[in-house]
């Protein structure tokens, strides 16, 4: 998509040209009269960002919406101030992309997004942006706006697709005045003000075969006829598939571009080994498979969810032959890093798949911590220390039918954290995002200064789950090896003879002076700071929300700071 850049002043040419250097290949700044730039990027561009008062881009825009076109073919306008300070959203929210940009370009400009669409501000996901076509766009907005009332609004869905948290009004309504009707099906209509908003999921897969030198516009018949015959929607089709020996065909190309459709290919041994209605020995001969379109649309269809079915099998005309199958979608888990504590240490990426989720699977002091961020109807699911297992097969088991689940925690999910016991349960059946996180060692580390400067090792004290006489060894390997020793869960109230044992093992190859440092509850309220030595260490300073920092060597302290140098050879030795 082609974002048009225009502007009125020296300061909106500046800005314009910070954008186009921050997104190269994606902007092109109009020259000229304003008018006439808005002419050009409205005719060629997919969005706009005008740096010009909101008033003036009205007007200059009237002629352009009186022109005709909705807004699901206009592009999405965002008006900048001159001062850069405010992004303000006055065209296409949701159908232009509007919304995101504005997003886009606050974080280029250090600007603030205003979008004044009801169901962002109310923090709700949009009905038509959920990942579904829309099959009478003239119900999204009364939908939206009972929806936002609070009103009762019927769900009804083919399948459970895992789709973030719904307000409580939204659900099992009949009768209701307003719905929702998630299918693949054909679309029937009424015309009755109160039928439902109809949304299209990507489901359903074309498979084609092809003979050399067929039409874009055979297979394009033959297409939307086998939908029509079996009542299928050509907005649920999410991709075409074919054999790979077709993967140049010029007309199935034409084809899968004209729909703006990936089209996926398989050698024929594989579709040779899916089980179909319809083999034939003739295809067998021809590409060494007995299915090209029934085996073709099963395989892209398993690829993308947990299960398929062939919802129409295969029609032929001279030269094409079309089938259809239905993928069952899969749930999804995003194991996600809340970072050490503080809300500006988490990431823009954990935030979003937080809002992506529909149920949040934490302990319950991480849950509270991001509460505040969670959709309205979001479902939570929390418990208390020393439940991990527990947790994590109720994340994934949540996922595997068919939720969007988010499972947290602190730091880096992969470090000592959720991600390891979640990801032996979870099978190939369900979607799993992981979302990094700031460890409680890398936050420890930028307060200490730069102890982890060069090679270091995390060890974890806590021998609940691993022997504390394999603990020793490790630590043993770590001192004989001069690493910089970063100790997780180093004391608790009942666990307090392994911290003294853990530093006379390093001791004995380190000498007193050795740095080390203490961090405790780092970016939280409370954080405290401590820099001593392995002589003066107190183990009674330490409990289980302080990261032990133990230099190599090399480590030392300067100018209060404590630093493990890189060895960089313009060093000063």
Same mark, same amino acid.
């Given at each position: 998509?082609?974002?048009?850049?225009?502007?009125?002043?020296?300061?909106?040419?500046?800005?314009?040209?910070?954008?186009?250097?921050?997104?190269?290949?994606?902007?092109?700044?109009?020259?000229?009269?304003?008018?006439?730039?808005?002419?050009?990027?409205?005719?060629?561009?997919?969005?706009?960002?005008?740096?010009?008062?909101?008033?003036?881009?009205?007007?200059?825009?009237?002629?352009?919406?009186?022109?005709?076109?909705?807004?699901?073919?206009?592009?999405?306008?965002?008006?900048?101030?001159?001062?850069?300070?405010?992004?303000?959203?006055?065209? /296409?929210?949701? *159908?232009?992309?509007?919304? %995101? @940009? =504005?997003? $886009? +370009?606050? !974080?280029?400009? &250090?600007?603030?997004?205003?979008?004044?669409?009801?169901?962002?501000?109310?923090?709700?996901?949009?009905?038509?942006?959920?990942?579904?076509?829309?099959?009478?766009?003239?119900?999204?907005?009364?939908?939206?706006?009972?929806?936002?009332?609070?009103?009762?609004?019927?769900?009804?869905?083919?399948?459970?697709?895992?789709?973030?948290?719904?307000?409580?009004?939204?659900?099992?309504?009949?009768?209701?005045?307003?719905?929702?009707?998630?299918?693949?099906?054909?679309?029937?209509?009424?015309?009755?003000?109160?039928?439902?908003?109809?949304?299209?999921?990507?489901?359903?897969?074309?498979?084609?075969?092809?003979?050399? /030198?067929?039409? *874009?516009?055979?297979?394009? %018949? @033959? =297409?939307? $006829? +086998?939908? !029509?015959?079996? &009542?299928?929607?050509?907005?649920?089709?999410?991709?075409?598939?074919?054999?790979?020996?077709?993967?140049?065909?010029?007309?199935?190309?034409?084809?899968?571009?004209?729909?703006?459709?990936?089209?996926?290919?398989?050698?024929?041994?594989?579709?040779?080994?899916?089980?179909?209605?319809?083999?034939?020995?003739?295809?067998?001969?021809?590409?060494?498979?007995?299915?090209?379109?029934?085996?073709?649309?099963?395989?892209?269809?398993?690829?993308?969810?947990?299960?398929?079915?062939?919802?129409?099998?295969?029609?032929?005309?001279?030269?094409?032959?079309?089938?259809?199958?239905?993928?069952?979608?899969?749930?999804?888990?995003?194991?996600?890093?809340?970072?050490?504590? %503080?809300?500006?240490? $988490?990431?823009?990426?954990?935030?979003?798949?937080?809002?992506?989720?529909?149920?949040?699977?934490?302990?319950?002091?991480?849950?509270?911590?991001?509460?505040?961020?969670?959709?309205?109807?979001?479902?939570?699911?929390?418990?208390?220390?020393?439940?991990?297992?527990?947790?994590?097969?109720?994340?994934?088991?949540?996922?595997?039918?068919?939720?969007?689940?988010?499972?947290?925690?602190?730091?880096?999910?992969?470090?000592?954290?959720?991600?390891?016991?979640?990801?032996?349960?979870?099978?190939?059946?369900?979607?799993?995002?992981?979302?990094?996180?700031?460890?409680?060692?890398?936050?420890?580390?930028?307060?200490?200064?730069?102890?982890?400067?060069?090679?270091?090792?995390?060890?974890?004290?806590?021998?609940?789950?691993?022997?504390?006489?394999?603990?020793?060894?490790?630590?043993?390997?770590?001192?004989?090896?001069?690493?910089?020793?970063?100790?997780?869960?180093?004391?608790?109230?009942?666990?307090?003879?392994?911290?003294?044992?853990?530093?006379?093992?390093?001791?004995?190859?380190?000498?007193?002076?050795?740095?080390?440092?203490?961090?405790?509850?780092?970016?939280?309220?409370?954080?405290?700071?401590?820099?001593?030595?392995?002589?003066?260490?107190?183990?009674?300073?330490?409990?289980?929300?302080?990261?032990?920092?133990?230099?190599?060597?090399?480590?030392?302290?300067?100018?209060?700071?404590?630093?493990?140098?890189?060895?960089?050879?313009?060093?000063?030795?």
């Amino acid at each position: 998509m082609t974002i048009g850049l225009i502007w009125a002043t020296a300061a909106g040419r500046a800005a314009a040209d910070r954008l186009a250097a921050a997104w190269p290949g994606e902007c092109t700044v109009h020259e000229g009269r304003v008018r006439d730039q808005l002419a050009r990027a409205w005719a060629e561009s997919g969005a706009i960002v005008a740096f010009v008062a909101t008033g003036a881009t009205v007007r200059l825009l009237a002629p352009h919406l009186v022109a005709g076109g909705g807004k699901d073919t206009q592009p999405g306008v965002v008006c900048v101030d001159e001062a850069g300070r405010w992004a303000v959203v006055l065209l /296409g929210g949701h *159908a232009g992309g509007a919304n %995101a @940009l =504005a997003e $886009r +370009v606050s !974080a280029v400009l &250090g600007a603030q997004p205003v979008v004044t669409t009801g169901t962002d501000a109310a923090g709700l996901a949009g009905l038509d942006t959920l990942g579904f076509a829309v099959g009478n766009p003239e119900r999204v907005a009364p939908v939206s706006r009972a929806l936002l009332d609070g009103e009762p609004v019927d769900w009804r869905a083919d399948q459970l697709w895992p789709l973030p948290a719904l307000p409580a009004n939204v659900g099992a309504h009949p009768g209701a005045a307003h719905g929702v009707l998630v299918t693949d099906r054909a679309p029937t209509r009424g015309g009755a003000a109160a039928a439902p908003l109809v949304l299209h999921p990507p489901s359903l897969v074309l498979g084609i075969g092809a003979s050399r /030198g067929v039409a *874009a516009e055979e297979i394009a %018949a @033959l =297409a939307d $006829r +086998v939908l !029509a015959e079996a &009542g299928l929607a050509a907005a649920s089709v999410c991709a075409i598939a074919t054999a790979d020996v077709k993967a140049d065909e010029a007309g199935l190309l034409a084809y899968a571009a004209g729909r703006n459709l990936p089209l996926v290919t398989f050698p024929a041994g594989e579709l040779a080994a899916v089980d179909v209605p319809h083999p034939s020995e003739v295809v067998r001969a021809a590409v060494g498979t007995p299915s090209v379109a029934e085996a073709a649309a099963l395989l892209a269809a398993r690829a993308r969810g947990r299960a398929a079915e062939l919802v129409a099998g295969k029609t032929a005309s001279a030269m094409a032959t079309v089938a259809v199958a239905r993928l069952v979608p899969m749930g999804r888990l995003a194991v996600i890093g809340l970072g050490p504590g %503080a809300a500006d240490l $988490r990431t823009p990426r954990a935030t979003e798949q937080l809002r992506a989720a529909s149920i949040v699977v934490g302990l319950d002091q991480y849950v509270a911590q991001v509460r505040h961020l969670l959709r309205p109807g979001t479902r939570i699911v929390d418990s208390g220390l020393g439940a991990e297992e527990e947790r994590a097969r109720t994340a994934v088991e949540l996922a595997r039918a068919g939720h969007a689940v988010a499972l947290i925690g602190s730091g880096d999910a992969g470090v000592y954290a959720m991600a390891s016991p979640a990801l032996e349960f979870a099978g190939d059946d369900i979607a799993v995002t992981a979302v990094p996180g700031v460890t409680a060692a890398l936050a420890a580390s930028s307060l200490l200064g730069a102890p982890l400067g060069h090679d270091h090792v995390y060890l974890s004290l806590s021998d609940l789950h691993t022997p504390w006489a394999v603990i020793e060894r490790r630590l043993a390997a770590a001192a004989q090896a001069d690493l910089v020793v970063c100790l997780y869960n180093p004391r608790s109230a009942r666990r307090t003879r392994q911290l003294p044992a853990a530093l006379a093992i390093l001791g004995a190859h380190r000498p007193p002076r050795t740095p080390i440092g203490l961090v405790r509850d780092a970016s939280r309220p409370g954080e405290r700071v401590a820099l001593t030595t392995l002589a003066e260490f107190d183990p009674a300073a330490v409990d289980m929300n302080t990261v032990v920092i133990v230099g190599a060597s090399t480590t030392r302290t300067v100018a209060g700071r404590m630093v493990t140098p890189r060895g960089y050879a313009w060093m000063p030795s």
